[in-house]
């Protein structure tokens, strides 16, 4: 049965969105540089572990000042969930698999997922971009828009 959050997703996904990323701007396609290598070199261990750990400063800040609703896939949605348990699905997703989080029930979005070594913010007001800005480059991340199609 589909939720109505997943309605909701469903729509902020075709919204504009920002990443939040280790890389300060959009890698070029024309880069003459080795972005999958330097990727799967994030992708493993201990590197992956603390961006992880970095992700996770984000969420935690921004739960601090915003409801989260979360789902990892599947028909549960969580609401606020214990920070130990964010931090686990968040770590998971980023490993193998997928999250979702709504912000204040529907007014923006945070996704990640696995093999990706940023996450992506949808729909943010102006005032949460500045937020999540700020515990973005708090915990060593950056934010940015990437050209997206009109």
Known sequence: ????????????????????????????????????????????GERHE??????????????????LTVNRGGDEWAKNPEPEVLV????????????????????????ASGGNINITLYNPSPALLELVRQVATAAGLHLWQPQQLS
Not at 50 to 67: E, K, M, P, T, W
Not at 90 to 111: F, K, R, S, V, Y
């Open 50 to 67: 603390r961006l992880c750990r970095q992700f996770a400063s984000v969420v935690l800040g921004l739960n601090c000042y915003h409801d």
């Open 88 to 111: 686990a699905w968040l770590t998971e997703a980023l490993q193998h698999g997928h999250l979702c989080a709504l912000i204040d029930d529907g007014d923006a979005l945070i996704t």
């Open 1 to 44: 049965m589909e939720h109505h959050y997943d309605k909701i997703t469903e729509r902020l996904l075709e919204t504009p969105y920002w990443v939040i990323d280790l890389l300060p701007r959009q890698v070029p396609q024309d880069s003459r540089g080795q972005f999958f290598a330097v990727e799967q070199y994030y992708l493993t």
